[in-house]
């Protein structure tokens, strides 16, 4: 239970110890990464691996910038077909992207 408050803090924002916006983002990547690969606590994912999945779940959110949304959206499939599932919605904000 203290882990859930912690986590639903950072997620909003009030938890004042430097997790940022990308920090979350990269992490929900990495453990949905974890996840597909059926990987146990504690086992390293592969550098190369994990940064793409990370880069994914970045370059989703601009299009679906509300993590609950994302959250379901990385629980609904797999990780690779990301991109495709996450297209702007009627009521959700887009966040603005910079060109790459």
Known sequence: PVERLYLVRTLLGSLR???????VLAALGRARLA????LSDGEPLEAKTARAAEASVRSAF???ADLPLLCAELLAG???SL??????????????MLPT
């Open 17 to 23: 110890v430097g997790a940022s916006e990308p920090t």
């Open 78 to 80: 797999p990780l690779a």
């Open 35 to 38: 996840h597909e690969l059926g």
């Open 62 to 64: 601009p299009r679906l």
């Open 83 to 96: 991109g495709e599932r996450t297209s702007p919605r009627h009521g959700v904000p887009v966040q603005p």
